[in-house]
């Protein structure tokens, strides 16, 4: 075979191919969509401690603080854990 021709076959491969898949793509049944629910266990709200940059003592967030203003070293699964170690922690009284 020659050049051309092989570059021509090839071509005509690709062209096909390129033909076909926008239409497997419409007419694949269309993927299952999550519901609310599983989207809502699968996201997961954590609690810090931080010094509270306003004023004396501490508060609770939702967001990761600086390393200045955080409290301890680790997040809180609850809001109440958060509260109980903000409770006993000496720098936020």
């Known amino acids: 075979m020659t050049t051309n021709k092989i570059l021509s076959l090839g071509l005509g491969l690709v062209m096909a191919v390129a033909a076909v898949l926008p239409a497997a793509a419409a007419t694949a049944p269309a993927k299952a969509t999550s ?35 955080m409290v301890g070293k680790y997040y809180y699964s609850t809001h109440k854990a958060a509260a109980a170690e903000m409770k006993a922690n000496k720098a936020c009284h």
Do not use: W
Request: hydrophobic letters at 25%.
């Open 35 to 69: 519901t609310a629910s599983s989207t809502a266990k699968m996201h997961h709200t954590y609690f810090y401690v931080s010094h509270n940059p306003k004023g004396k003592g501490c508060v609770i967030v939702n967001h990761r603080p600086s390393k200045k203003l």
